[in-house]
């Protein structure tokens, strides 16, 4: 198929999922303990996750449009993470105690490192994670306004959710380039397919585990 009907049908594919995602997300029981502040903790770790995954693939990329794109991206999720410990210490948070890592990195970090080819990168990252953010942080924005804290719905309609948008969209235009083999189709679906499944193990575990749902993506 075109790379053109290779991104539509993959587009498809990844909303069914991800909305299925921000859905059950939505239905889930909030533990007792689980404020906001709890989970814009989880936040700064997804921030800082996808700003370091960035910066890790940009020293690897030979594409200077991949590299720029990667560039711009390991930027915008480190003012994410700046604007939600603002947040937090607002809220009375001691921001410095906190040190998102201390648990050790997601089994998705781990899997995106292991990427290797430019197609998956694009395919797993800007436009797979990111729309799955998109997701995520509108079901978290919508928690936050009807708990009455308009000052984080805010944040992330206004300016985190934005930005994930233009991720996902520089995504998507670079997999149009880059998608046109059937082998690169075949590992951007994969890699697609794989990052939704870590992203729902991991969102199911802390569910049973912790009653975290309506949490932000990143």
Known sequence: MTAEEFV???????????????????AGELGPDVTIAALLHVAL??????????ALWMTR???????????????????????????????GVDVGKIDPIAQGYSPLFD????????????AAGQFTREALAQVRND???DHCAASG?????RLYREIIGPDEVHHHALGRRLLL???????????????SVRTLELAGEAQEAARVKKGICRAPGC
Request: charge should be negative; hydrophobic fraction near 40%; charged fraction near 35%.
């Open 8 to 26: 539509e049908e993959l587009t498809a594919s990844v909303q069914h999922t991800i909305q299925e995602l921000g859905a059950r997300s939505l």
């Open 45 to 54: 770790k997804n921030e800082l996750e996808a700003s370091e995954e960035a």
């Open 61 to 91: 990329e030979r594409d200077v449009e991949v590299k720029l794109a990667l560039a711009r991206q390991c930027g915008d999720e480190a003012k994410h993470y700046k604007l939600i410990a603002e947040r937090l210490a607002k809220m």
């Open 111 to 122: 899997y995106l490192a292991s990427l290797e080819t430019t197609v998956e990168r694009v």
């Open 139 to 141: 079901v978290f924005a």
């Open 149 to 153: 804290d308009e000052e984080t719905a």
């Open 177 to 191: 380039r880059l998608a046109q083999t059937p082998d690169d189709q075949a590992k951007a679906r994969a890699a």
